[in-house]
Every structure is written in structure tokens, then in C-alpha cells.
């Protein structure tokens, strides 16, 4: 696992506990329900760092386009 991928899955922990209640903490820092949107906007931010790294293993692109097809 990665640096990256750990944080991935200590953003869903919290996002997890805080939906559930609980009080939980990433760097020292306590975070309840009104902290909601910093972590969920916090486990984007690193789920598109792995989604970079995992690219350049690739050998692709970090970006790329989606089409709607509605």
C-alpha cells in the first residue's frame, strides 16, 4: 500500500465514524459531523492522487474526459 492509498482509507474511516456519531481525529485533529465536507473534500484530494500515481504506472494520462451520453 501507499501513503496515498492509507489516506484514502483514514478519510473513509473518519467520514465513516463521523457519520456514525463518533468523534475521530486525522493528524492530532478532533473532527465531528460539522467537519463533514473538509473530510469528504479531503478524501477526494487523495483519491485523485492515487488516481495520478496510478496513471503514470500506466504509462497514461492523469486526466481525462467523460462523455454523457443522456
Known amino acids: 500500500m501507499s501513503i496515498e492509498s492509507d489516506m484514502v482509507d483514514l478519510y473513509i474511516q473518519a467520514e ?4 456514525l456519531g ?3 481525529s486525522i493528524n492530532g485533529r478532533s473532527l465531528t459531523m460539522v467537519d463533514l ?3 469528504r473534500s479531503g478524501r477526494k484530494e487523495w483519491e485523485k492522487r ?3 500515481l ?3 504506472t500506466r504509462g497514461g494520462s492523469s486526466t ?5 451520453l443522456n
Open 16 to 19: 465513516k465514524d463521523v457519520l
Open 22 to 24: 463518533l468523534e475521530t
Open 37 to 39: 465536507d473538509e473530510i
Open 50 to 52: 492515487v488516481n495520478t
Open 54 to 56: 496510478a496513471a503514470k
Open 64 to 68: 481525462f474526459s467523460v462523455a454523457r
